[in-house]
């Protein structure tokens, strides 16, 4: 993905939303668009890909997907030292224990479950302090 002028300008935090479902991903856009640059994958190679050229400050991820699963998306990123730092949290529907355990054994930072709240989207991605650590790194 290249950056257009506008983008080089922008200074906000980057969030990759990851979901194969374009109406989750039209949610979340509604949802952070005015607070964060966004880019978008609908898989999880694309997710990686995307991380690679434009590394995000944060990443929203579906567990759900075809192909690859956002839990093999996630053990991915954290095998690469280039995108191991950067923080994950898994926005699913799946509710049950045992998979945001999964989630958070793979080194997410956090679970949301769909249907969320838009403001809790916001605010988990607001506080999320490993977002902001990595933001610092980067402009130092």
Not at 24 to 45: C, E, I, M, P, W
Not at 70 to 82: H, M, R, T
Not at 93 to 110: I, R, W
Not at 127 to 140: D, G, K, N, T, V
């Amino acid at each position: 993905m290249q950056r257009n002028k506008d983008d080089l300008n922008d200074s906000r935090q980057t969030l990759l939303l990851v979901d194969d479902e374009p109406t989750n991903l039209h949610v979340l856009r509604h949802t952070l668009q005015s607070d964060y640059r966004l880019l978008f994958a609908k898989s999880g190679q694309a997710a990686l890909d995307l991380a690679r050229s434009d590394p995000p400050d944060l990443i929203l991820l579906d567990v759900m997907m075809p192909a690859m699963s956002g839990y093999e998306v996630c053990a991915a990123l954290k095998q690469e030292s280039s995108m191991a730092e950067i923080p994950v949290i898994f926005v699913t529907a799946l509710a049950d224990a045992e998979n945001e355990q999964q989630g958070l054994e793979l080194g997410a930072v956090d679970y949301i479950t769909k249907p969320f709240s838009p403001h809790i989207v916001q605010a988990r991605a607001r506080i999320c302090p490993w977002s902001a650590l990595r933001s610092c790194r980067r402009r130092a």
